[in-house]
């Protein structure tokens, strides 16, 4: 596809082009295109590349608008892309970055990558910074966190002074009273599928952009309150040198882990392409 | 395995998925119309599924994405029905075109049914339309979507009140989709006569025994024995396997 300012190419890549992705690049490259990197945006849970309510092609064509080429991707077995069979999950992402920056370098010559993506997304891109030096920045939506010495006196705080959680606590029980001997509302797990990474392996990621003069964008919504709940916290969990100078962390308790509201919406791809200047006033 | 392309106008182009036959090529092209909003999220890997199968079976297979959403180009607040409509135009003319197929069947889903109805009317060259829980009106669409968003809303205990006046505003739609003025107005207009129009024997729906399901007059119909919850503010995929192999009956069935 292509307009006055961007075009978007389907690619299929790997081994007999097993993996699927869309290519978005400014029309026209700007001079200091080779000098940007290059976004990779990976699957939230089992969406496929588009991201929840579009968010992913949004970033896309956001940040191509500015400057920046990016890579939204079904990784094996997600969206258009077919399975890696005989490899373990950390095995077949291992595979299918190779094979993404295989096509990406195929087609710009030598990347940086800035990898990023919500929930899964971002557990994803934290495995993959550490190992590959092109990793230059993570975006990480609602990544995983260690709670803080402060976290449970805050989660005490917000629980007993927010009217709205009895106002809700009331309507439910109030609905459960009329539905006497009806069915009952089954608490869901919200993380059961989720594999979070270790904490060493947090901190590594962040490490290691950190040693490659790269920039960290992490933000939390009310997804993740039962683990995280003050803007900062991730910074005094990690307990890094420097921190503030190439992370920028924010907490957004109003907005829902898939961006539900527009308004949220366009607040993160706002927020995302202010950071992602950050690199154009780096070059 | 797929190709995948853009197409249409330069303008306003569409993103497509042509999946061709794997053996036996039938000479016979099925477009899928998908569902719209978060609908079309929890269907996407149940309607690959089923372009798979119908690809191995010999048949062509294109999906897409109508404009302004997904991967096509464009923005939500500036679709119409007008444009969805002919959208599905365009893309059963670009599916024979990539195919070289003249005959076509189409597997509309919930409202994607309903604008596939609309847009092929009478059309001779359409054997057989193929309806996944087909919803049966705008306005009844419109009004499940609303519902939808106010579960949202009041499901978000930490939305302020001017976010949760704006969340709530007349165009917000199903997790907060924004439609314009006239996409709203256009799809209350749309009423179950987009059905009536086509001639029964081309018409086959295929239902679950969600609370919603919706049976066209005059119309052969099997029901599936499968939950959807569609109106839900929970983003889980659908995948009902024996859903998707009546679906892909129905679709090579001579």
């Given at each position: 596809m292509?307009?006055?300012?961007?075009?978007?190419e389907?690619?299929?890549?790997?081994?007999?082009?097993?993996?699927?992705?869309?290519?978005?690049?400014?029309?026209?490259?700007?001079?200091?295109?080779?000098?940007?990197?290059?976004?990779?945006?990976?699957?939230?849970?089992?969406?496929?590349?588009?991201?929840?309510r579009?968010l992913?092609?949004?970033?896309?064509?956001?940040?191509?608008?500015?400057?920046?080429?990016?890579l939204?991707?079904?990784?094996?077995?997600?969206?258009?892309?077919?399975p890696?069979?005989?490899?373990?999950?950390?095995?077949?992402l291992?595979?299918?970055?190779?094979?993404?920056?295989?096509?990406?370098?195929a087609?710009?010559?030598h990347?940086r990558?800035?990898?990023g993506?919500?929930c899964?997304?971002?557990?994803?891109?934290?495995?993959?910074?550490?190992?590959?030096?092109?990793?230059?920045?993570?975006?990480?939506?609602?990544?995983?966190?260690?709670?803080?010495s402060?976290?449970?006196a805050?989660e005490?705080?917000?629980?007993?002074?927010?009217?709205?959680?009895?106002r809700?606590w009331?309507?439910k029980?109030?609905?459960?009273l009329?539905?006497?001997?009806?069915?009952?509302?089954?608490?869901?797990?919200?993380?059961?599928?989720?594999?979070?990474p270790?904490?060493?392996?947090?901190?590594?990621?962040?490490?290691?952009?950190?040693?490659?003069q790269?920039r960290?964008?992490?933000?939390?919504?009310?997804?993740?309150?039962?683990?995280?709940?003050?803007?900062?916290?991730?910074?005094?969990?990690?307990?890094?040198?420097?921190?503030r100078?190439?992370?920028?962390?924010?907490?957004?308790?109003?907005?829902?882990h898939?961006?539900?509201?527009?308004?949220?919406?366009?607040?993160?791809?706002?927020?995302?392409?202010?950071?992602?200047?950050?690199?154009?006033?780096?070059? | 395995?797929?190709?995948?392309?853009?197409?249409?106008?330069?303008?306003?182009?569409?993103?497509a998925?042509y999946?061709?036959?794997?053996k036996?090529?039938?000479?016979l092209?099925?477009?899928?119309?998908?569902?719209?909003?978060?609908e079309?999220?929890?269907?996407?890997?149940?309607?690959?599924?089923?372009?798979i199968?119908?690809?191995?079976?010999?048949?062509?297979?294109?999906?897409?994405?109508?404009?302004?959403?997904e991967d096509?180009f464009?923005n939500?607040?500036?679709?119409?029905?007008t444009g969805?409509?002919?959208?599905?135009?365009?893309?059963?003319?670009?599916g024979?075109?990539?195919?070289?197929?003249?005959?076509v069947?189409?597997?509309?889903?919930?409202?994607?049914?309903l604008?596939?109805?609309?847009s092929?009317?009478?059309a001779?060259?359409?054997?057989?339309?193929?309806?996944?829980d087909?919803?049966?009106?705008?306005?009844?669409?419109?009004?499940?979507l609303?519902?939808?968003?106010e579960?949202?809303?009041?499901?978000?205990?930490?939305?302020?009140?001017?976010d949760?006046l704006?969340?709530?505003?007349?165009?917000?739609?199903?997790g907060?989709?924004r439609?314009?003025?006239?996409?709203?107005?256009?799809?209350?207009?749309?009423?179950?006569?987009?059905y009536?129009?086509?001639?029964?024997?081309?018409?086959h729906?295929?239902?679950?025994?969600?609370?919603?399901?919706?049976s066209?007059?005059g119309?052969?119909?099997?029901?599936?024995?499968?939950?959807?919850?569609?109106?839900?503010?929970?983003?889980?995929?659908i995948?009902?396997?024996?859903?998707?192999?009546?679906?892909?009956?129905?679709?090579?069935t001579?």
């Open positions: 292509s307009d006055h300012i961007l075009t978007e389907p690619l299929q890549f790997g081994e007999n082009g097993r993996m699927f992705g869309i290519l978005t690049q400014l029309g026209v490259p700007p001079p200091n295109a080779q000098d940007l990197p290059v976004f990779v945006f990976l699957n939230s849970g089992l969406l496929h590349r588009v991201g929840p579009r992913y092609v949004r970033f896309a064509r956001t940040l191509a608008e500015i400057g920046f080429t990016s939204r991707v079904d990784l094996a077995g997600k969206g258009d892309s077919f890696s069979p005989h490899l373990t999950t950390e095995q077949s291992r595979e299918d970055f190779r094979n993404i920056v295989s096509v990406l370098e087609r710009l010559g990347v990558l800035v990898v993506g919500l899964s997304g971002a557990d994803d891109a934290i495995r993959l910074a550490p190992s590959d030096s092109r990793v230059v920045g993570m975006v990480l939506l609602d990544a995983v966190c260690d709670r803080d402060g976290f449970r805050r005490i705080v917000r629980k007993y002074t927010h009217l709205a959680r009895y809700r009331l309507k029980h109030i609905k459960a009329g539905n006497s001997g009806g069915e009952t509302e089954q608490a869901i797990d919200k993380f059961a599928l989720r594999d979070f270790a904490r060493q392996q947090l901190r590594e990621a962040f490490q290691s952009i950190q040693g490659r790269g960290v964008l992490s933000v939390f919504t009310s997804y993740s309150e039962e683990y995280y709940n003050q803007a900062g916290q991730m910074g005094r969990v990690l307990e890094l040198d420097g921190y100078q190439f992370c920028t962390e924010l907490y957004w308790p109003e907005a829902s898939t961006y539900s509201f527009e308004l949220h919406r366009s607040q993160l791809i706002e927020e995302v392409k202010t950071w992602a200047a950050g690199y154009i006033a780096c070059n | 395995m797929h190709e995948a392309f853009f197409f249409g106008p330069r303008s306003r182009q569409l993103f998925s999946h061709p036959p794997a036996d090529d039938r000479r092209l099925t477009v899928i119309c998908p569902p719209l909003f978060a079309y999220n929890r269907t996407h890997h149940a309607l690959r599924k089923v372009a199968s119908l690809a191995e079976s010999g048949r062509h297979v294109l999906r897409f994405d109508y404009r302004g959403t096509s464009g939500l607040e500036d679709a119409t029905v969805w409509i002919e959208d599905i135009a365009l893309a059963i003319q670009e024979r075109e990539v195919s070289g197929c003249s005959a069947r189409i597997l509309g889903v919930r409202a994607g049914a604008l596939a109805c609309r092929v009317g009478t001779s060259e359409i054997q057989r339309l193929v309806l996944w087909p919803v049966s009106d705008g306005a009844g669409y419109l009004q499940a609303r519902r939808i968003q579960a949202i809303v009041e499901q978000n205990i930490y939305l302020r009140r001017a949760r704006q969340a709530m505003h007349e165009y917000e739609y199903g907060g989709y439609l314009s003025d006239r996409m709203v107005n256009e799809l209350r207009a749309l009423d179950s006569s987009a009536s129009n086509i001639p029964s024997s081309k018409l729906v295929v239902s679950t025994s969600s609370p919603s399901a919706f066209v007059a119309v052969s119909e099997e029901v599936s024995q499968c939950a959807c919850n569609w109106e839900t503010h929970e983003e889980d995929l995948m009902p396997q024996p859903l998707l192999e009546r679906l892909v009956a129905c679709l090579i001579s």
